[in-house]
Nanobody, 123 residues
Framework: QVQLKESGGGLAQPGGSLRLSCAASERFFSIIAMGWYRQAPGKQREVVATITGSGNTNYADSVKGRFTISRDNAKNTMYLEMNSLKPEDTAAYYC?????????????????WGQGTLVTVSS
């Protein structure tokens, strides 16, 4: 079964940059969509950016122009490049993947989440 693991979180100064990675243990047969979400203390989880199987991307208004989502299919890895970081970007960041996987002779839709990586933006 596909498992996702995030890395790259840490402490950054306002205006700084971080690059998050989301490595998949194995490849989906077909990706429907993958994305990055975040949850700040005391707040609900929110979508940050998504990328479809065909490569179409969408961003939350709060990160447009600052964050870039990308995927390297050869490495089974998704990235989130975060620039011009703000204190309000502080949160636990989670990656998610949804796609088709083999289920015996057939295929099923599987949605999986990573365990998260913490990003703190502070001077």
């Amino acid at each position: 079964q596909v498992q996702l693991k995030e890395s790259g979180g840490g402490l950054a100064q306002p205006g700084g940059s971080l690059r998050l990675s989301c490595a998949a243990s194995e490849r989906f047969f077909s990706i429907i969509a993958m994305g990055w979400y975040r949850q700040a203390p005391g707040k609900q989880r929110e979508v940050v950016a998504t990328i479809t199987g065909s490569g179409n991307t969408n961003y939350a208004d709060s990160v447009k122009g600052r964050f870039t989502i990308s995927r390297d299919n050869a490495k089974n890895t998704m990235y989130l490049e975060m620039n011009s970081l703000k204190p309000e970007d502080t949160a636990a960041y989670y990656c998610s993947g949804k796609g088709l996987v083999r289920d015996g002779p057939e295929y099923k839709v599987l949605e999986v989440w990573g365990q998260g990586t913490l990003v703190t933006v502070s001077s």
